[in-house]
């Protein structure tokens, strides 16, 4: 029967529309389907997917991109403009082709862009600009590429971007200023014997 499971092939189910006979996890799923699957293989509605998009953009004007011949096992990302093999793509089994929208490089971007914009406020354009007033390097050591935005954890302020390294060490000194510089005159052979001068409260050496 059209749509049906195919007698003696429980694996097997007809497309309704090319007629073919291929295994269920060609087609997506259905829950309101007796045999949970659309009636219609995930190509076949892809196909008529891209035609009806292809109709509605040409009643409304707009430019319609050419038709790109794509080989079995690729699908064309409408972001970046590839072709790409499925091994590029996440699974999303409630799309018709059982695939992202996005391919995983473009989705790994807008990753990016999003945490930037939720977590510091930039974007990757203001991200570069601030890289490219360091002049390419860490603003801390002055010799390592810089890939991490460091801002105030108080005000939300961002300072600049640092390498992995100085970011880290940033961290460690929890942002203290007064142990940085403390820090700074130890390395520099500087010993601090602090002065007791309050109940918790110590005194650099003059």
Same mark, same amino acid.
């Given at each position: 029967?059209?749509?049906?499971?195919?007698?003696?092939?429980?694996?097997?189910?007809?497309?309704?529309?090319? !007629?073919?006979?291929?295994? #269920?996890? *060609?087609?997506?799923?259905?829950?309101?389907?007796?045999?949970?699957?659309?009636?219609?293989?995930?190509?076949?509605?892809?196909?008529?997917?891209?035609?009806?998009?292809?109709?509605?953009?040409?009643?409304?004007?707009?430019?319609? /991109?050419?038709?790109?011949?794509?080989?079995?096992?690729?699908?064309?990302? #409408?972001?970046?403009?590839?072709?790409?093999?499925?091994?590029?793509?996440? #699974?999303?089994?409630? *799309?018709?082709?059982?695939?992202?929208?996005?391919? !995983?490089?473009?989705?790994?971007?807008?990753?990016?862009?999003?945490?930037?914009?939720?977590?510091?406020?930039?974007?990757?354009?203001?991200?570069?600009?601030?890289?490219?007033?360091?002049?390419?390097?860490?603003?801390?050591?002055?010799?390592?590429?810089?890939?991490?935005?460091?801002?105030?954890?108080?005000?939300?302020?961002?300072?600049?971007?640092?390498?992995?390294?100085?970011?880290?060490?940033?961290?460690?000194?929890?942002?203290?200023?007064?142990?940085?510089? /403390?820090?700074?005159?130890?390395?520099?052979?500087?010993?601090?014997?602090?002065?007791?001068?309050?109940?918790?409260?110590?005194?650099?050496?003059?």
């Amino acid at each position: 029967m059209a749509g049906g499971v195919v007698a003696g092939e429980p694996d097997a189910k007809r497309c309704r529309k090319c !007629k073919r006979e291929l295994p #269920r996890a *060609a087609f997506a799923r259905d829950k309101n389907r007796r045999d949970g699957l659309q009636v219609d293989c995930r190509e076949c509605v892809a196909e008529y997917s891209a035609a009806h998009y292809r109709r509605r953009r040409e009643a409304l004007g707009k430019s319609v /991109r050419e038709k790109v011949e794509i080989p079995e096992g690729y699908k064309l990302c #409408r972001t970046c403009g590839e072709v790409k093999p499925h091994s590029e793509w996440h #699974r999303n089994a409630t *799309a018709s082709d059982g695939l992202s929208t996005r391919c !995983k490089a473009c989705r790994a971007i807008q990753g990016r862009q999003g945490h930037l914009k939720r977590q510091y406020g930039i974007t990757e354009a203001e991200r570069d600009e601030l890289i490219a007033s360091q002049a390419g390097v860490c603003c801390i050591c002055l010799a390592t590429v810089p890939e991490h935005v460091d801002h105030c954890h108080e005000t939300g302020r961002v300072r600049g971007v640092l390498c992995f390294s100085c970011n880290a060490a940033l961290g460690q000194f929890k942002d203290r200023p007064d142990a940085i510089r /403390r820090a700074a005159a130890y390395v520099e052979g500087i010993a601090w014997k602090p002065t007791l001068v309050a109940p918790g409260v110590y005194q650099l050496p003059s």
